[in-house]
């Protein structure tokens, strides 16, 4: 049975006839769409790069850094870890716990290729961060891409945003990017995130989960561990669904 022929999972709903589309076009409609979150990663990918060539890790373990990590914001804890020596199981744990949202994106993202194989779902849960989410969800709520077309917009989007941030960050490492001592890495993640959640608003439950995230990404980002977005992420989506029965409790 062909991917295109398979039942369309619960919640997800049908393509209609004759709106299917060109793998390949779709493969780069994703990667045009990705664009302008790509330039709004790429500063912070030369953050990261930057923080990793200053610090005590050689080239190799630098540029490894970011496709074991694949998150700024973790990669940015380690790398601060490691430089003063913190065991290694320490660093596991602090990354993972950064990294807890991304088990949030993960579940919304899961039902839209649950009709693939073991194999290329776990090729596809590697690109799966913060601007992965927020552009593939909607597109796909849409409606008009079979299996295969949700793959190939995916591809296109997740090739060409770990392209182009492990690219970059690899670039600031190789040419040991400095920036100034005035310059708050511990904001680069946060303003990024708060971008993200303000493209994302497109009803009133979703602006007062962006306006709450938002604001405590950027409040906490003092919070140990780099955990603000972590915990903004998290009340983010508790405001997001209190409004709506708020309101209706109003009523």
Excluded: C
């Amino acid at each position: 049975m062909s991917a295109a022929s398979m039942p369309v999972p619960a919640g997800v709903p049908a393509v209609p006839s004759g709106a299917r589309v060109s793998r390949r076009r779709l493969v780069w409609e994703g990667a045009r769409d990705m664009t302008p979150m790509v330039l709004g990663v790429v500063p912070f990918a030369v953050a990261v790069g930057a923080a990793v060539s200053t610090s005590s890790l050689t080239t190799a373990q630098g540029l490894a850094s970011g496709p074991v990590i694949l998150a700024g914001s973790a990669q940015l804890a380690a790398v601060e870890m490691l430089d003063v020596g913190t065991a290694a199981v320490v660093v596991i744990v602090s990354a993972l716990v950064i990294n807890a949202r991304i088990i949030l994106y993960s579940t919304a993202l899961a039902p839209w290729f649950r009709e693939q194989s073991l194999g290329r779902r776990l090729l596809l849960a590697v690109p799966v961060i913060d601007q992965m989410h927020f552009l593939v969800t909607p597109r796909f709520q849409k409606g008009d891409l079979d299996a295969s077309g949700r793959v190939a917009y995916y591809a296109g989007a997740g090739t060409w945003l770990v392209s182009a941030w492990l690219g970059t960050q690899a670039l600031a490492i190789v040419v040991g990017a400095r920036l100034p001592d005035s310059v708050g890495l511990e904001l680069a993640a946060p303003l990024v995130m708060a971008g993200l959640l303000a493209k994302s608003t497109v009803s009133r439950p979703t602006v007062v989960a962006a306006l709450v995230a938002g604001v405590l990404a950027v409040v906490g980002a003092g919070l140990p561990m780099h955990t603000s977005m972590l915990v903004a992420t998290l009340v983010g989506i508790a405001a997001g669904r209190v409004f709506p029965a708020r309101t209706e409790a109003d009523r």
